[in-house]
């Protein structure tokens, strides 16, 4: 494979998962916040920001724009102008898989012009009048639905590899993120159950992971903060949790050594193999005791040092041998 192909799909995959995982938060915000009052939805938005990790918006005199719930969520939606916004993601998207069209399926292709042409083909009026909610789902299920043409309509060759290596090692990092954020400003034993008022918060933290009902079967309806962080980084079969990202990252990682050539990822395989073990012989107590922050913050330091690795090995190496050829 081309490092172009290379580099196309593996963005494609991080840019579609990034727009699918920013629509499911922004939609579970906006169920979670009303009736709130001015000091906890200014720690709402504080932990959605956060859990993007995008900057926070503030006035001239450093005041959280909370106020203005319409401007906010517009910059994270329609705003060609924010890199971060829905719209720049998934024409980031379509544009990377333009760019390798020879390496998609049918399928493939009519979907991600569909996700692209509904987005633009609606104003941000349209959608905030009209039905949000519905909007924001949309968006996620039609993401989902590429996943899944991906899946069953491309050849399960070094190109799909680059799709769930992109695809995964963005949702390790976006979990990581929301996790983070949301513990950042709550210090607890996570022993406890939840009062009554904090509980809302917590349930929106595992709906943001799709993860609530599995969380129910696991641990009863009953929330601990203990129990949510064990789940969402450790459960090696939750599909968004650390572990099962960090799995996946490697096994992908070894097909592709499989496939070039095991010289080329001889460190790649190294970090991947590296981060499943945190995770996969990972201890909750310990984890809490040395610090959630802490190890959350090296967790997302290891996944830069994956991204780095892989353009080492094959998008930066494809063209050093170019030139050198």
Excluded at 106 to 112: A, G, K
Excluded at 213 to 241: D, K, M, Q, W
Excluded at 281 to 309: K, M, N, P, R
Aim: glycine letters at 6%; a negative charge; proline letters at 3%.
């Amino acid at each position: 494979m081309l490092s172009r192909a290379a580099d196309s799909l593996y963005w494609m995959s991080r840019y579609l998962e990034r727009a699918e995982h920013s629509a499911r938060l922004i939609n579970v915000h906006l169920n979670t916040m009303v009736g709130q009052s001015p000091s906890a939805a200014e720690r709402h938005w504080q932990r959605l920001f956060g859990s993007l990790r995008i900057a926070l918006p503030v006035d001239e005199n450093g005041q959280i724009l909370a106020a203005k719930p319409y401007d906010i969520i517009r910059g994270l939606t329609f705003d060609r102008n924010n890199p971060d916004s829905l719209v720049a993601n998934i024409s980031a998207a379509r544009e990377n898989a333009r760019q390798i069209r020879e390496q998609l399926s049918s399928e493939m292709w009519e979907q991600i012009n569909r996700i692209y042409l509904n987005l633009n083909q609606r104003s941000f009026d349209q959608v905030w009048n009209d039905q949000p909610h519905a909007f924001f789902r949309e968006i996620e299920n039609n993401t989902n639905l590429f996943q899944g043409l991906t899946g069953s309509t491309m050849m399960h060759d070094e190109g799909w590899r680059f799709i769930q290596m992109g695809g995964y090692l963005e949702r390790a990092i976006s979990t990581a993120s929301l996790v983070d954020a949301h513990y950042a400003i709550y210090e607890d034993n996570g022993l406890e159950p939840l009062r009554t008022d904090e509980y809302l918060q917590w349930v929106g933290l595992l709906k943001s992971c799709s993860a609530f009902e599995a969380y129910c079967r696991i641990y009863t309806p009953t929330l601990h903060t203990g129990h949510i962080a064990e789940f969402l980084l450790l459960n090696p079969v939750l599909p968004r949790s650390l572990h099962f990202c960090a799995d996946r990252m490697h096994q992908a990682v070894q097909q592709i050594a499989g496939i070039t050539g095991s010289h080329r990822s001889q460190r790649l395989t190294r970090l991947t193999g590296r981060l499943q073990a945190q995770v996969r012989y990972g201890q909750i107590d310990e984890i809490l005791a040395g610090g959630l922050h802490t190890y959350l913050s090296d967790f997302v330091e290891q996944c830069q040092q994956v991204h780095l690795a892989i353009y080492h090995a094959y998008v930066d190496y494809q063209v050093d041998r170019e030139v050198k050829g």
